[in-house]
């Protein structure tokens, strides 16, 4: 039988409740503490995981030659290659920019709201068929924290999803060839406006999804 999922977002799900990095032993550990892959199947597993860190970071000999896209680019060894200790990359930086958001008060801010005004203003095209393809090749469960409106909200929230472009439309520059399997994926409405938090650098998914792994054990810690 097949693992239930790709060893790659087992990974970034470990990682993301050690809080974005730890030791190799302790990614083993979180990973068979989790108990979601067949470990019985595969006694090597310990040496998948390794291979699967490797493949997805530059800082690796493998991927340094081989990562083209950056979205690939999702490990990083920050006490270098043979420490034996990684992390996701932009975990930290994205945990503070939504914790400066969180810790901003507005509450005095006050100011007038409603002027008609006219703008002039630029809109990227998007193929609805496109968005159609993306949402067959990748369900209807939020691939960053696997939210279902359909379970949430019943028949009202049947069929919705958001599409997300792993590289924002914006900056194409020209029509280029989109391919719904390998430059889309769907996102709740939280998720989606997460990643965009930032808008000189959108989070990639591994971040976004090890961030709100992070978050859930956090929380269950607490009665």
Partial sequence: MTQPRHWLDEIVDAIGELGGEGSLDAIYDTIQARNVMRFDENPHWRDRVRA?????????????????????DVFFAPHGINAGHWAIRG????????EKLADSSYAETT???????????VTYERKP???AAAIQLHGMLCKGCEFSFEAVYGELGH??????????????GRAILVSPLTDMTVLCSNC???????????LPIQTLRAIVMSRREQIAQYP
């Fill in 52 to 72: 699967t860190l490797q493949r997805f970071s530059r800082d690796s000999t493998w991927g340094r030659h081989r990562i083209a896209h950056p979205d690939q």
């Fill in 91 to 98: 975990y930290v930086e994205a945990v503070q920019d939504i």
């Fill in 111 to 121: 100011a007038t709201e409603g002027s008609v005004l006219r703008r002039f203003v």
């Fill in 129 to 131: 068929a496109l968005r």
């Fill in 159 to 172: 069929g919705f999803i958001e599409v997300h472009h792993l590289r924002p439309v914006s900056t194409f």
């Fill in 192 to 202: 989606h406006r997460m990643v965009h938090l930032n808008r000189a650098q959108v």
